[in-house]
């Protein structure tokens, strides 16, 4: 089955081709960071313009790469939420059409659920049940499967998880105001001239390298620990760390270490699917579809800009 992911829930557009007995055969991904640099956060309106003008770009160059026609698409992936509304619609209204143009259903994709799973994205792992090697540097003969615990660290978005199957996800924790995604990116904004205006001092170089670095030991110090916690709490020796935070070399060796001293394995996706991206879409709906989830035929879709993780129907 091959299915195509799209992902256009934020400042990326993502779109990516997964054949289930293939694997991931070519994806693409368009950033805005610069677009929005100016303005110092994303603007919405200009999110859902750009995704209009990138969509059809970066299909034709994922089609390119996996040497596949658009006839051969059995199915497409869309993410129906979180997200912001407008950036959703444009996504969910491009598949929704295509789908229909092509004869072939289009499923409703939950963004988190996709890079909860995107671990799994492996070269060597075309299907769930497949062996994977875990990043961290442990035996590659280890498989991934369930259950195990998830740290879910996206922009918006700091969770530990147990996941036991497809859809079944029970929350453990989360962040109680900013996600560690946010925290980095504000005190970013705030290592900048605007900074030594306010506090009418000038921080050198190394003074403001200094500060970020134990900024980052403090998150990375957290993130590690509560991990660890977690799957020692139920019981598991499985950690699955998911996200564009998940990216942070530094998290990488935190988890690494601690996580060995308890014994616990650590799986990692590979640094390009950490952020936004079509890849986990793709692969998320390629799973529901071999469960025999089926999206509309008939054109129809919706977005859900808050969706609850733990609504979604467990595979």
Known sequence: MLVLGIESSCDETGVALYDTDRGLLGHAVHTQVAMHEAYGGVVPELASRDHIRRLVPLLRSV??????RKEDIDGIAYTAGPGLAGALLVGASFAASLALALGVPALPVHHLEGHLLSPLLAADAPTFSSDIT????HESSLKLRFPFVALLVSGGHTQLMRVTGVGAYELLGESVDDAAGEAFDKTAKLLTAVLTQLHGRTLSQRQRADLAWEFQEAV????AAKSVMAVRHCKL???VVAGGVGANRRLRQRLDVDAAHQGIRVYYP???LCTDNGAMIAYCGAQRLLAGERGPRDGAFSVRPRWPLDTLPVV
Do not use: F, Y
């Open 63 to 68: 089609l390119a790469q996996s040497g596949a």
């Open 134 to 137: 875990p990043a961290s540097g």
């Open 220 to 223: 990375t110090e957290v993130l």
């Open 237 to 239: 020796d499985r950690l």
């Open 270 to 272: 590979e640094v390009a």
